[in-house]
Nanobody, 116 residues
């Protein structure tokens, strides 16, 4: 089992910044991918960004150039630095932990609200 604890959400004005953190604990496998997904009201959950334990990253087109994902493998923690936030970034952000051919684990989510 893997437990994920997210933090860093909140209310911010358009153009502002937030940093999300996701700390994983439990049965951590050396080779894993951690990522951030988001779900806005009435919409499907979508990938924002993910990062492998080797440092390979993947971003949604809508956040490229504004968001940066990083991780600290020693702390089993992933971060999402979000800059130049837009009202359309408003959503519940979920952390995901996954391993090859294994089960995915999800955090409970943290709400990000961007006011115009």
């Amino acid at each position: 089992q893997v437990q994920l604890v997210e933090s860093g959400g909140g209310l911010v004005q358009a153009g502002g910044s937030l940093r999300l953190s996701c700390a994983a604990s439990g049965s951590i496998f050396r080779f894993n991918t951690m990522g951030w997904y988001r779900q806005a009201p009435g919409k499907q959950r979508e990938l924002v960004a993910d990062i492998s334990s080797g440092g390979n990253t993947n971003y949604a087109d809508s956040v490229k150039g504004r968001f940066t994902i990083s991780r600290d493998n020693a702390k089993n923690t992933a971060y999402l630095q979000m800059n130049s936030l837009k009202p359309e970034d408003t959503a519940v952000y979920y952390c995901k932990y996954g391993v090859p051919y294994g089960v995915n684990y999800w955090g409970k989510g943290t709400l990000v609200t961007v006011s115009s």
